[in-house]
C-alpha cells in the first residue's frame, strides 16, 4: 500500500509534486498488487485525472495491478463524471471534457477532439484564422508527444469548465522521456530541467528534424493565455515552468513527474474578442 499524501491536488507546483511522488512510490514496485490510500485527499481538479491515469498505467505497464482505496464519495464522483474512473455518473450540466487516451500517432483523433470540446461557448471569441492557429496549437501538443516523448503508454488529455471560477481547463500528458530526455537525445544539455523546459517554450525553439516546423503553435498558444490572462504549466520530471497572468516562473521539484503534462487554463471571465495580424507571428494577435 502506497499513501497518497495529499489533501489537494489542484493544477499548481504542489499539485504536480503530489502526483510526481505518487509515480515515484509506485515506481518501486514490479508485478505486484499495490493498493493507493487515497483516504486523506479531498479534492482534485478533475482535468488531472490524466495525469492520475498517465501514473497508474505506467505502472501497470510494470505488471503491476493497481486499485484505490478510501476515496470519497466527492473525489469519486469528479473522475467518474469525466471517466477518469469507470462508473456511471452523468454530467448534468456539461463541464466536462472526457478524459481520453489516444495512441501516439492517432494526430487526426486528437484534432477532432480539440475542435469538439475545446472552443466551447465560454471561451473568448477569436477570429477564424486566429481559431485555426488556436487549434494547430494544441495539435502541436500532441505531435511533440509523438515525435519526441518515446512513451511506451498512450497520451491522456481530458478538461473541465469551472463556472464559479471562470476557467476552463485542458490537460494532455504523455507518460514519455521528458522534454530533458528529449533535448539530450538531440545534443543539447541544460543546467536545471526547468532550464530545458524554459528553451523548449521560446518559439522556434525545436528538437525536431527535418522538414517538420516547431514553435509557432505554441508561441501563439502563449500569447493568447498572456492576453486573456490565463495560465500554461509544464511539467516534466523535475522540472515545473508556469506562465501566469502573463509572469513565468520555474521551479525544480523534489520528485520526478512521469514524462511531460501541459496544462492549459483559459479566463472565460474575458469578453473581449481576439484576432490576428498575421498568420506567422503570434506577437500579432489583439
Known amino acids: 500500500m502506497v499513501v497518497l499524501g495529499a489533501s ?3 493544477a499548481d507546483v504542489y499539485g504536480f509534486q503530489a502526483l510526481a511522488t505518487l509515480h515515484e512510490q509506485l515506481e518501486t514496485f514490479d508485478h505486484r498488487k499495490v493498493g493507493i490510500d487515497c483516504s486523506r485527499l479531498r479534492w482534485i481538479d478533475a482535468q488531472l485525472g490524466t495525469c ?6 505506467l505502472s501497470r505497464k510494470r505488471g503491476n495491478e493497481i486499485s484505490l482505496y478510501g476515496i ?9 463524471k469525466n471517466k477518469t ?3 456511471s455518473v452523468a454530467d448534468r450540466y456539461g463541464t466536462t471534457i472526457p478524459v481520453t487516451k489516444f495512441e501516439l500517432d492517432a494526430e487526426v483523433e486528437f484534432s477532432k477532439y480539440c475542435s469538439a470540446h475545446l472552443l466551447r461557448p465560454e471561451v473568448p471569441k477569436m477570429s477564424k484564422g486566429l481559431r485555426e492557429k488556436f487549434l494547430e496549437g494544441l495539435d502541436e501538443l500532441f505531435a511533440n508527444s509523438s515525435l519526441h516523448s518515446k512513451s511506451s503508454i498512450p497520451v491522456f488529455s481530458g478538461g473541465q469548465f469551472f463556472p464559479n471560477r471562470d476557467r476552463l481547463t485542458f490537460v494532455i500528458s504523455d507518460g514519455g522521456r521528458g522534454i530533458n530526455g528529449s533535448l539530450e537525445a538531440a545534443g543539447f544539455r541544460f543546467p536545471t530541467v526547468a532550464n530545458s523546459i524554459e528553451w523548449a517554450m521560446q518559439m522556434n525553439n525545436s528538437a525536431r528534424s527535418g522538414d517538420i516546423p516547431g514553435g509557432l503553435g505554441l508561441g501563439i498558444l502563449q500569447e493568447f493565455v498572456r492576453l486573456n490572462e ?4 509544464v511539467c516534466s520530471q523535475t522540472g515545473y515552468w508556469e506562465m501566469r497572468a502573463g509572469r513565468v516562473s520555474m521551479h525544480n521539484i523534489r520528485a520526478s513527474y512521469p514524462g511531460t503534462a501541459v496544462s492549459l487554463e483559459i479566463n472565460t471571465r474575458d469578453t ?5 495580424k498575421s498568420r ?3 506577437k500579432e494577435i489583439w
Request: without cysteine.
Open 8 to 10: 489537494e491536488i489542484s
Open 52 to 57: 492520475l491515469l498517465t501514473i497508474v498505467n
Open 72 to 80: 470519497s464519495p466527492k473525489v469519486q464522483t469528479i473522475l467518474q
Open 85 to 87: 474512473l469507470t462508473g
Open 230 to 233: 490565463g495560465s500554461l504549466i
Open 272 to 276: 473581449r474578442s481576439y484576432h490576428m
Open 280 to 282: 506567422v507571428n503570434p
